[in-house]
DNA sequence: CTCAATTTAATTGTATACAAAAAATGTGTG
DNA sequence: CACACATTTTTTGTATACAATTAAATTGAG
């Protein structure tokens, strides 16, 4: 694994926390090269939005309620409208990986170990599969590309992180009903259910943030 | 002016026109920096979707009609939702802004040598203020930087070069009209005023792609 | 002891050298 | 003359040194 891909995953799933310096000099020691290609990484992840740049360096970002809100308003413009376009677009190709997709993420919804890190990435890149062959149908090369700029990662892998089983399969079943829609040319319809289907996700991770801001009121954390 | 903008502009006036072929060296040369600070915009410009990357170096990208349908029905979405959010969410001084932009826009519309790039660069800049002092008064940080990214400039560029002087005042009509809607805090009629604007541009760029094509064939360049 | 000024350390920005990879050129053979 | 193969040149990728800037620490005056 490159640069790139070690650095964002470790964002992704919290190893580097909201919040934390990330100087070249650590990272370049980190991942073993020199400062060069790490400057490049952290350009980069610094246009995906996932680390605020500093007067000196960068911090991984953290992403308030509003952030959350927002983001989330825009992914379901934007897949809501990549729905309703695959709607009417999809060729026999796409809706077998659609498919595909979804018979992915049946294999690997229920593992032995559901907690451990790798099982979540492994979950989390099945649903995105399933939501890139629709972004695929929707034959809008340009859409596909800016909606890979809005999903932001660290949240979806979030999400999922807190899933219970119920959850999980609740999300499978949405990718069914959107699947349905897309399947029977019903283009509204799918950009309904894609909207609601984001919506769920965005709700679980405001409600976690929620629960977190009890507990540190409770242990007396208001500072 | 540093390295990432005088190469953009570059870029959006057409003087690294589509197609060619951009060196780390032959920049660096250009603009007496070494390759380093080159290569970071050459990252950057690549994923604003200015550049093509090549399996060597990089090229100016060339749009092709597809790409500018799938470009501006993205930016009708996206900046049409922004217009209908302004006009729930705007301030008195999000409104003043909006009001200045268009006075700017004004007072640049007719200048001396129309056909001169900083003339036009002047234009389309105070366009952007507009744009922008709605994307502001949308109240979405979020929505905001993404608008920023699905923006082409030099298809911005394009459409106000081949302007004439009653386009630009229906451009500045229309401008009105988006800018009532939202003082009637008239949400969807915002959000349909803003999508046919851009609309309107959109179809000045295709139509003088089709009379380019038209005069090559006159020509005899089908090749 | 507190705060401002100055010094010191940490960190990024840029230039440059060299290694690695790709493209262009040249050469010989059928 | 076309084409495969070897050679040269071009161009990018990475490391590293040093300059410029910012943050942290220290010192001294009130």
Redesign the pocket.
């Known amino acids: 694994m490159?640069?790139y891909q070690t650095i964002k995953e470790s964002i992704i799933i919290g190893k580097y926390r909201p919040g934390m310096?990330?100087?070249?000099?650590?990272l370049?020691g980190e991942l073993?090269?020199?400062?060069?290609?790490?400057?490049?990484v952290?350009k980069q992840l610094e246009s995906e939005g996932l680390l605020t740049p500093?007067?000196?360096?960068?911090i991984v970002r953290s992403f308030s309620k509003e952030d959350i809100r927002q983001i989330y308003d825009l992914r379901t413009l934007l897949e809501g409208y990549a729905a309703g376009q695959a709607a009417l677009f999809r060729t026999p190709t796409d809706l077998q990986q659609m498919r595909e997709a979804n018979r992915l993420y049946e294999q690997v919804m229920d593992q032995k170990d559901p907690e451990e890190i790798s099982s979540i990435l492994k979950i989390v890149r099945a649903n995105q599969h399933f939501h890139e062959a629709i972004h695929v149908a929707s034959h809008n090369e340009h859409l596909r590309f800016h909606i890979s700029k809005v999903v932001v990662l660290p949240l979806v892998f979030q999400s999922f992180y807190w899933y219970d089983r119920l959850e999980r399969i609740r999300s499978l079943e949405s990718h069914q009903t959107i699947l349905e829609a897309i399947e029977n040319r019903d283009s509204e319809r799918a950009r309904i259910a894609m909207h609601e289907h984001i919506y769920q996700g965005r709700d679980k991770v405001l409600k976690h943030l929620d629960e977190l801001s009890m507990e540190d009121l409770k242990e007396g954390k208001n500072d």
Chains 1, 2 share one sequence.
């Open positions: 490159d640069a310096r990330l100087t070249e000099e650590f370049a073993n090269v020199s400062r060069t290609p790490i400057r490049e952290l500093l007067r000196r360096g960068m």
